[in-house]
Nanobody, 123 residues
Framework: QVQLVESGGGLVQAGGSLRLSCAASGRTFSTYVMGWFRQAPGKEREGVATINWTGGRTDYADSVKGRFTISRDNASKMVYLQMNSLKPEDTAVYYC????????????????WGQGTQVTVSS
């Protein structure tokens, strides 16, 4: 079992940057594919980025490619999402999630979720 706690959200102007962190607990963290999802008001939760067990493979939603970078540190049980060139449409609650599967952008593939952190980008 994995417990996840996100941090690093906040209010930023368009064009700015934020770095989200996700602290995990549990002995098997390194065996999970990790993902970041986001949910804007009135919209479905969507996948933003995923990273495999070793960190050697990442995947991004088209809307964030070239702007966001996901990374992980298995020794410290942390996952990060570096967000650059932020846009107002990036405003959402961002969630960290863990999957024992192959790593997709599909919400139902992820078993463990954090409580979320709010990111607000002003224009």
């Amino acid at each position: 079992q994995v417990q996840l706690v996100e941090s690093g959200g906040g209010l930023v102007q368009a064009g700015g940057s934020l770095r989200l962190s996700c602290a995990a607990s549990g002995r098997t963290f390194s065996t999970y594919v990790m993902g970041w999802f986001r949910q804007a008001p009135g919209k479905e939760r969507e996948g933003v980025a995923t990273i495999n067990w070793t960190g050697g493979r990442t995947d991004y939603a088209d809307s964030v490619k070239g702007r966001f970078t996901i990374s992980r540190d298995n020794a410290s049980k942390m996952v990060y999402l570096q967000m650059n060139s932020l846009k107002p449409e990036d405003t959402a609650v961002y969630y960290c999630a863990a999957s024992s599967g192959i790593g997709t952008m599909i919400r139902r593939d992820y078993k463990y979720w954090g409580q979320g952190t709010q990111v607000t980008v002003s224009s």
